[in-house]
């Protein structure tokens, strides 16, 4: 904290519904990150609350708060931050790994969300032998593998060609449509297009907040 | 995340960059190497040392009679015949420490047997001597107290005695002569090689005391109770010195000397030669010690520079984790395991490195292999320790990182 505290976030106040799909849109320095770091339990507020699945999150220790990522978040990074060295199936275990379960049941259900997503043939790959849209995959079943309450994509067509980006999207619309909740961050109108609302951040205000009918995916 | 599976993601971390990893281990492995084979080298030189005390007879001193000193000038030992059989008794009687005390005679004279002739030491001993002396019958049979009581003209000969006598052959039963006495072969003492200072321990031969005083010609002195020395053997677990004392007193006492009188004998603690060779012993594996201690001190630092390099190219991987759930203990964890699977493998290779090179000194010196058990323990169990202490400042930095920091790190 330098002298000058400078909010990143003003006034913000959003409810995300069960089951919906909201892309967070705003130029770099507008409070989206910060935004999404509260959202994903990695950053408190110093002020104001959250709520997170019926649960006020905004007080917890950070031990209690790794505890609540674990069971109720999935994380999707722009640049997968997949472990080279591990098989798809291990990086897709890593979250149960935390979360106590033994082997055979990590095993089992890193299977079940391979499947998901479409990649159940390349479990055994490691992500040097994977393409950019399969380590995307991989990474969304990773952050699928504990049955979470929110999944968080930050950027996660930052990395990838226009057509794998479709894939991508097609996937995200199908989870939804499934029941889970999808926060997205983006800066590409096209990607933001696939969610069923859209919220633009300016200077840490939200500037706006549409919903709109999402463009249906062509698989 | 449980102990298995922290252990498991630390073998992968480490077999990422084998190379590194060995670099890592060489401080650790030197170290414990040093350790085990210096513990080894150590012991089979203590157990030599040991076996020549024991070849000595343990806790024993040797009482003789000698050395009086009348107008300044110090007479040579053995010259006043002081020491008596009686003392030995008195000894005996009134010492509660003194377990034995074996008096006996000795000189140099020639054995004969047929045209073979030896030039050799003669003892007169009485069975206690042998006892106290650790000595043992190779073959045929020992003195016993009535060959001593009825002073019968047997001999034991010392194997050295018996190669230049009968060039190896068995000479049980056969008779030799001691200058123009003639006394039957009732024995071969076990050999003993030399002793601490290079003599020869088995050039010499036994007969009954009774015996050597009166039927060797030479021998026979004013007083028949006479003695040259005699052998006492300290009880197991009594102090040696102490004993010394006692008898000393005891001794000025019964020979009545003044408190301005010189002893009229001499005592030797036949252990104490040996003792000074097992301290140096002690003291070179002392230095060793301290040098492998240094080695893994040296060890300790390389891998907790490593652990540092490894805590900052995994920053992404651990802000990941932690993004997943992995709380800030499972980090320190997960990095302490990493150190200290790296020191414990480096120790598992030290111990076989060190084993090894036990083995290839205890074959060019002619010692028995003593791996200790014990240093092994010990050594595989420091170096866990240097492991996690040296772990420990890399783990904690790791487990205190920022996930938004550490996942944006480039």
Redesign the interface.
């Known amino acids: 904290m330098g002298p000058h505290r400078v909010p990143a976030l003003v006034d913000v106040n959003v409810a995300v519904e069960r089951g919906s799909f909201v892309a967070v849109m705003g130029p770099s320095g507008s409070g989206k990150s910060t935004f999404m770091?509260v959202l994903?339990c990695?950053?408190r507020p110093d002020a104001g609350r959250y709520w997170l699945d019926g649960e006020e999150v905004s007080g917890l220790d950070?031990?209690a708060l790794?505890?609540v990522?674990?069971?109720k978040i999935g994380?999707v990074?722009q640049s997968f931050?997949l472990?080279s060295?591990?098989t798809a199936q291990a990086n897709v275990e890593?979250?149960m790994?935390?979360?106590?379960l033994d082997r055979a049941a990590r095993a089992a259900r890193a299977t079940e969300a391979l499947a998901a997503v479409g990649l159940a043939e390349r479990a055994h790959h490691r992500p040097t032998q994977l393409s950019g849209g399969q380590q995307q995959r991989v990474a969304i079943a990773?952050a699928l593998v504990?049955r979470p309450a929110l999944l968080l994509a930050d950027e996660p067509t930052g990395a990838l060609d226009t057509r794998t980006t479709r894939e991508i999207m097609a996937l995200f619309q199908q989870l939804n449509r499934s029941g889970i909740t999808i926060v997205l961050v983006t800066h590409e109108p096209d990607v933001a297009r696939y969610a069923g609302r859209v919220l633009s951040f300016l200077d840490g205000k939200v500037v706006e907040d549409r919903v709109q009918a999402a463009q249906e995916s062509v698989p | 995340m449980n102990v298995l599976d922290a252990i498991g993601t630390a073998l992968d971390a480490l077999r990422a960059n084998p190379l590194r990893t060995s670099l890592t281990m060489l401080g650790i492995v030197i170290g414990v190497a040093a350790v085990i084979a210096m513990v080894a080298v150590g012991s089979g030189a203590r157990n030599q040392v040991l076996q020549q005390i024991a070849s000595l007879g343990t806790n024993l001193l040797l009482v003789g009679q000698g050395s009086v000193a009348r107008g300044g000038v110090r007479l040579g030992a053995g010259t006043a015949a002081s020491l008596t059989e009686d003392d030995a008794v008195a000894i005996i009687a009134e010492i509660p420490e003194a377990e034995i005390a074996a008096p006996y005679v000795r000189w140099g004279l020639q054995v004969v047997a047929g045209n073979q002739n030896w030039n050799t030491t003669l003892f007169g001993v009485t069975p206690d001597y042998l006892d106290a002396r650790t000595w043992t019958v190779a073959a045929g049979r020992s003195i016993s107290e009535q060959d001593v009581a009825q002073n019968n003209k047997v001999i034991l000969l010392g194997h050295t005695v018996v190669e230049k006598l009968f060039g190896g052959g068995d000479p049980v039963g056969q008779t030799v002569r001691l200058l123009s006495t003639p006394v039957t072969v009732i024995g071969v003492l076990a050999a003993k090689g030399q002793n601490s200072s290079g003599q020869d321990m088995d050039d010499v031969v036994f007969v009954p005391l009774s015996t050597a005083k009166r039927n060797i010609p030479g021998m026979a002195k004013a007083n028949p109770r006479f003695i040259h020395a005699m052998a006492v053997k300290v009880r197991e677990g009594f102090d040696v010195p102490e004993a010394q004392r006692q008898i000393k007193d005891l001794l000025r006492q019964r020979h009545r000397l003044t408190d301005g009188q010189d002893d009229d004998f001499w005592m030797r603690d036949l252990s104490e030669v040996a003792a000074t060779r097992d301290a140096s012993s002690r003291a070179l594996s002392f230095l060793l010690a301290a040098v492998a201690a240094v080695s893994l001190l040296v060890g300790g630092i390389g891998i907790m520079n490593i652990m540092l390099v490894s805590v900052t190219e995994r920053t992404r991987e651990i802000g990941l984790r932690l993004a997943v759930g992995a709380k800030r203990r499972d980090i320190l964890m997960q990095f302490l395991i990493e150190s200290t699977t790296l020191s414990v493998i480096g120790a598992g290779v030290g111990v076989l490195l060190g084993a090894g090179v036990a083995m290839v000194v205890a074959r060019a010196a002619g010692w028995p292999v003593l791996i200790s058990l014990d240093a092994v323990i010990l050594s595989v169990s420091v170096s866990g320790v240097v492991g996690v202490f040296f772990g420990l400042y890399p783990a904690r930095r790791a487990s205190q990182l920022n996930p938004i920091e550490a996942l944006r790190h480039e």
């Open positions: 770091n994903g990695l950053d950070p031990d790794a505890e990522r674990n069971r994380f990074f931050n472990m060295r591990a890593l979250p790994v935390y979360a106590g990773r504990n």
